[in-house]
């Protein structure tokens, strides 16, 4: 795990230094003359390299306090002075391949304007994009739900990674739109924690106001191991783990450890199933579905808590009679467009599965992008969300 966190700090100081050195050899050596300007723009660049190890270093290891508050002050800083001149390197790179003066006035115009473009919507993303929840509705459709729960309504949220949260502003919106919806049953799939069990601490009354009829139900996301974190000991790091199961027993949610509950309406049920995180390399895998399923009548209607959305792909899909899979995990990579009717995101790239309902063969997936963010306190066409999930019986119809 730290060899992946630091790949990602060199591959970051790599883009940035690039970034910083066209930007430094194309136009400040050329229009500034005074000396201490280009002093200045490196003694800038390497305070901000400095702070970025800084950051990481406090995240992701002890020894070193970072609140949330420095953190996201300085990515908010950090977004909006190397993205646009990231962007802006990247679109006026093709006036070095012309020596045409029209062509190369045009190429920095344009990459002036996309810039700007960008770092208007960076502003938005890291302020309203990231606090304005939205509210998805959805239906699934099944002969195996009973008729007893035509109509049930589960809500689903995901990713609320406490660790980046500055208040506790996002997760009283939640509880408001519970209060108007009134779930028969309320389902978190996993990341409650950003690096350690710590940070929950202080959200631990409003935590404690989630109700719902049937429960609240729980599994561990891969963040919430503090495999991300760097521990002084093993005990250290199997108590941050007990420490966080004995703070779900506090505020009554109900965590699946690789195991199953039941719900009930008179003579019927459904199981409700909660794997531990389906890690993919190097990301360690506790889940265990097999285990999780062992007492699971084959003739109830099934949903499956599972945090990352491929391990549906890989061990459900196809492979079993589970029903309904409920995950997070994607973020939507924060980022989603509206692309001629079709909804994009860089996290297609990595997932096939990456953001709202799929049916697959009458078996479903529902992938919830999450309520947080990592490394960067934005959000842009993938809003936090909270989803209204209800069950019906194609025969009640």
């Not at 730290?2 to 050195?21: Q, S, Y």
């Not at 093709?94 to 473009?117: D, E, H, M, Q």
């Not at 097999?290 to 109830?300: Q, S, W």
């Amino acid at each position: 795990m730290d060899r992946l966190i630091w790949i990602n700090i060199f591959f970051i100081i790599f883009f940035n230094g690039l970034a910083d050195w066209y930007i430094y050899k194309y136009f400040i050596r050329k229009i500034a003359e005074n000396r201490a300007v280009k002093i200045i723009h490196w003694a800038v660049d390497a305070v901000f390299v400095f702070l970025l190890m800084y950051m990481f270093a406090g995240v992701y290891s002890n020894g070193i306090h970072i609140s949330p508050e420095a953190y996201q002050d300085f990515m908010f800083i950090y977004l909006l002075v190397y993205v646009p001149k990231a962007v802006y390197m990247v679109f006026t790179l093709p006036a070095f391949l012309s020596r045409k003066r029209n062509f190369k006035r045009g190429v920095y115009i344009f990459g002036t304007f996309v810039s700007a473009l960008l770092l208007v919507s960076c502003l938005y993303g890291a302020t309203i994009g990231k606090s304005k929840l939205k509210v998805n509705q959805v239906e699934v459709y099944s002969d195996k739900l009973p008729v007893e729960f035509d109509g049930y309504n589960i809500i689903h949220f995901s990713d609320i990674h406490l660790g980046n949260l500055r208040n506790d502003k996002i997760i009283r919106k939640i509880l408001d739109e519970i209060e108007v919806l009134r779930p028969d049953i309320i389902i978190f799939s996993g990341d409650l924690v950003h690096s350690r069990t710590s940070e929950v601490y202080k959200f631990q009354e409003i935590l404690a106001e989630f109700h719902a009829p049937d429960g609240v139900y729980t599994i561990l996301g891969n963040h919430d191991y503090g495999d991300y974190y760097r521990w002084a000991t093993a005990d250290d790091y199997r108590k941050n783990r007990e420490d966080l199961e004995d703070f779900y027993k506090n505020i009554n949610w109900i965590l699946l450890n690789n195991e199953s509950e039941f719900i009930h309406r008179g003579a019927e049920s459904i199981s409700i199933i909660g794997v531990e995180n389906w890690g993919e390399p190097p990301f360690p895998q506790y889940g265990d579905l097999k285990k999780a399923t062992e007492n699971v009548p084959e003739e109830d209607f099934k949903i499956l808590i599972t945090h990352n959305p491929n391990h549906w792909i890989a061990e459900v899909l196809g492979k079993t009679d589970i029903d309904l899979a409920l995950s997070g995990h994607t973020h939507g990579m924060q980022l989603a467009f509206n692309f001629f009717g079709k909804r994009v995101s860089p996290a297609s790239l990595r997932y096939k599965f990456w953001g709202g309902l799929y049916n697959i063969d009458g078996q479903y997936i529902y992938v919830n992008e999450g309520i947080g963010f990592v490394l960067f306190p934005f959000r842009l066409g993938s809003p936090p969300e909270l989803t209204l999930i209800t069950l019906r019986n194609n025969e009640a119809i």
